[in-house]
T-cell receptor, first 111, second 116 residues
Framework: GQQVMQIPQYQHVQEGEDFTTYCNSS?????IQWYKQRPGGHPVFLIQ?????EVKKQKRLTFQFGEAKKNSSLHITATQTTDVGTYFC???????????FGAGTRLFVKA | NAGVTQTPKFQVLKTGQSMTLQCAQD?????MSWYRQDPGMGLRLIHY???????DQGEVPNGYNVSRSTTEDFPLRLLSAAPSQTSVYFC???????????????FGEGSRLTVL
């Protein structure tokens, strides 16, 4: 079945440093979504990528979808303490409805 | 607009007991799903539904039952609770993905279940 792998599991950064999390699917995806979960909270939608090679930006966050639509990345420039939390990628396979999540990357930011 | 409402927020069960986690959404979403979240495991899909009367299995369906008699409600039943089912459970819903919407998932606040 469809599997979504995400690395790293944890990342500790100093405030101001950059951060990247990577996501790989075992199958081609129709789209990939990214979510953020603050400690003790629930996942909140950030963005969706649909097209091969797509790049989207939200302020300091840059999202990429691979050419083969099997991998994606989230890059945060100059992290801030407000960026702490767990970042999940979630992929929906072609022809299906179910959304499979990666294991998440927990980001710690030291001021 | 309440969004996705889950009850209860906390529950402690003994091994072998049964219970139902309730999930309701008021956004007229066709798609509803249940995930469990365990440390280091991310969110794993238990069951999902693409509309009233239609349900399907996710990644980890064993030990759980669901039904979808209305668009609004999607309860998750644990038939005979086991310690391995200790987890945080999230219900999520979305519109069916299409050209006018992303199909983003809206999550409830979660239900923390402990099985002793």
């Amino acid at each position: 079945g469809q599997q979504v792998m995400q690395i790293p599991q944890y990342q500790h950064v100093q405030e101001g440093e950059d951060f990247t999390t990577y996501c790989n699917s075992s199958t081609t995806l129709s789209n990939i979504q990214w979510y953020k979960q603050r400690p003790g909270g629930h996942p909140v939608f950030l963005i969706q990528l649909v097209k091969s090679g797509e790049v989207k930006k939200q302020k300091r966050l840059t999202f990429q979808f691979g050419e083969a639509k099997k991998n994606s990345s989230l890059h945060i420039t100059a992290t801030q303490t407000t960026d702490v939390g767990t970042y999940f990628c979630a992929g929906r396979g072609t022809g299906g409805f179910k959304t499979i999540f990666g294991a998440g990357t927990r980001l710690f930011v030291k001021a | 607009n309440a969004g996705v409402t889950q009850t209860p927020k906390f529950q402690v069960l003994k091994t072998g007991q049964s219970m139902t986690l309730q999930c309701a959404q008021d956004m007229n979403h066709e798609y509803m799903s249940w995930y469990r979240q365990d440390p280091g495991m991310g969110l794993r899909l238990i069951h999902y539904s693409v509309g009233a009367g239609i349900t399907d299995q996710g990644e980890v369906p064993n030990g759980y039952n669901v039904s979808r008699s209305t668009t609004e409600d999607f309860p998750l039943r644990l038939l005979s609770a086991a310690p391995s089912q200790t987890s945080v459970y999230f219900c999520a819903s979305s519109l069916t993905p299409g050209t006018l919407n992303t199909g983003e998932l809206f999550f409830g606040e979660g239900s923390r279940l402990t099985v002793l």
